[in-house]
């Protein structure tokens, strides 16, 4: 089993460039996740998919923030343009959903510096 | 929206030392709860889970976590920490058929050999 898959897994750029963020979810997974961690503000979950289609993006923080899943076997979070603010680790989860019972199971994050 | 409670930030303790990292929610229905560790430089990791009935939990690397409903908590132990047990633990709760994972500010504990 590969796991989550994540790339780049460090990413640094300048402010104002684009930036996209790619996953890879565990195969036969149907629900996928996208967090941010940093240090002030801990792990924040930004959107989650269910079967391809976004469920919850009440955590995305402002319309810089996008999200995609075009299969069930991929997701890029894209942030344009992007500021230092942005600087965190952006980590993907995918979970199996089913009765109520669903685990996490997270991908190795990108470390994304902004300049 | 639940939210979780996770104490005394670092922990600094030494080998065969016993660890216990409290952790309490706030959502009065049924939940799921996870304990995850994060060493340094690396991704979260899966520790142990609750969902539903015995409610001592059992994980990895000797780790256990007990559900007390009435206290609303989920206390992660190990009996004899270890050097390479030092890293961050995060306590996460969703409320049962919600997978919307909160997640506490994490504990660094920090295991001197």
């Known amino acids: 089993d590969a796991g989550v898959i994540q790339s780049p897994r460090h990413e640094v750029t300048e402010m104002g460039q684009e930036v996209t963020l790619r996953c890879k979810p565990i195969?036969?997974?149907?629900?996928l996740f996208w967090y941010r961690q940093t240090m002030m503000r801990g792990l924040e979950l930004l959107i989650y998919f269910n079967n391809n289609v976004p469920i919850d993006d009440s955590g995305m923080p402002e319309d810089r923030f996008s999200a995609k899943m075009p299969n069930a076997s991929f997701s890029t979070l894209k942030i344009q343009p992007s500021e230092p603010r942005d600087s965190a680790v952006y980590f993907c989860?995918?979970?199996?959903?089913?009765?109520?019972?669903?685990?996490?199971?997270f991908g190795p994050g990108t470390r994304l510096t902004v300049l | 929206a639940q939210s979780v409670s996770q104490h005394n930030h670092h922990v600094i303790l030494s080998e065969a030392a016993s660890l216990e990292l409290g952790c309490n929610y706030s959502y009065g229905g049924t939940v799921n709860l996870f304990w995850y560790v994060q060493y340094p430089g690396q991704h979260l990791q899966l520790l142990l889970k609750?969902?539903?009935?015995?409610?001592l939990v059992k994980g990895i690397k000797g780790f256990e976590a007990e559900f007390i409903k009435s206290k609303f908590s989920f206390n992660l132990r190990k009996p004899s920490v270890q050097w390479s047990d030092t890293a961050e633990y995060f306590c996460a709760v969703t409320p049962y058929g919600n997978n919307r994972l909160a997640f506490g500010k994490g504990n660094q504990v920090v295991v001197i050999p």
């Open positions: 609750y969902f539903s009935g015995d409610p």
């Open positions: 195969s036969g997974h149907n629900s």
């Open positions: 989860a995918s979970s199996f959903s089913r009765a109520g019972e669903d685990t996490q199971y």
